[in-house]
């Protein structure tokens, strides 16, 4: 079946440090690849996306890179705020007909100190 | 643009109760997706709605229930609740267009069964 597999968290950085978060993705067909952000008490939100190998998405100093040969999507940052400070998720969904559901990961929780 | 809302923001609920919760999509949507979210994991799919006709179905027993409105408001029903039914429920909506749509989420309303 579909799965999404995410580092374990939580992740504490101190501000300015650099960010990765690994996600590794198992799935028939071609997915598309997500990474979505939950602020404490908050819904789910859009953080980048990518649709085919070797796109790469970007959002607000993040970035993924679609790898199909390691079927990977990490999330990268430069330099960390403290209002980074959240849950992120990363989920494949399937492309085509028939294809309804976002798969997520578990989730890692990022703490960032000043 | 009004985003997705929902409510109740939070429930108690007791074991063998039933529950609606409510979701209001992004305007110009037409499909409405449910997630059911435990402590600590990752969202999990219910269902989507499409049209006003369920479109598709992850791994939920029959007491979970939907509906969607010609309005695209959508209800999640449960019927004889249990404790792990405990849960943040998020819903997400979308426009079908393209391969890929992108699902906007509300920020979920939070149900707690004693």
């Known amino acids: 079946g579909n799965s999404v597999t995410q580092m374990e968290g939580p992740v504490t950085l101190s501000e300015e440090a650099f960010l990765t978060i690994n996600c590794t993705y198992t799935?028939?067909?071609?997915?598309?690849l997500f990474w979505y952000v939950q602020y404490p008490g908050e819904g789910l939100q859009l953080l980048l996306k990518a649709t085919k190998a070797d796109d790469k998405g970007s959002n607000k100093g993040f970035e993924a890179t679609y790898r199909k040969e390691t079927t990977s999507f990490h999330l990268e940052k430069g330099s960390v705020q403290v209002s980074d400070s959240a849950v992120y998720f990363c989920?494949?969904?399937?492309?085509?007909?028939?294809?309804?559901?976002?798969?997520f990961g578990k989730g890692t929780k990022l703490s960032v100190i000043p | 643009e009004t985003g997705v809302t929902q409510s109740p923001t939070h429930l108690i609920k007791t074991r063998g109760q039933q529950v609606t919760l409510r979701c209001s999509s992004q305007?110009?949507?037409?499909?409405v997706s449910w997630y059911q979210q435990a402590l600590g994991q990752g969202p999990q799919f219910i269902f989507q709605y499409y049209r006003e006709e369920e479109n598709g179905r992850g791994n939920f027993p029959p007491r979970f229930s939907g509906l969607q409105f010609p309005n695209y408001s959508s209800e999640l029903n449960v019927n004889a609740l249990e404790l792990d039914d405990s849960a943040l429920y998020l819903c997400?909506?979308?426009?079908?267009?393209?391969?890929?749509?992108?699902?906007?989420f509300g920020p979920g309303t939070r149900l707690t069964v004693t």
């Open positions: 997400a909506s979308s426009e079908v267009s393209g391969v890929t749509y992108e699902q906007y």
């Open positions: 799935a028939t067909g071609y997915p598309s």
């Open positions: 305007s110009g949507h037409n499909t």
């Open positions: 989920a494949l969904k399937l492309a085509g007909a028939g294809s309804y559901q976002l798969t």
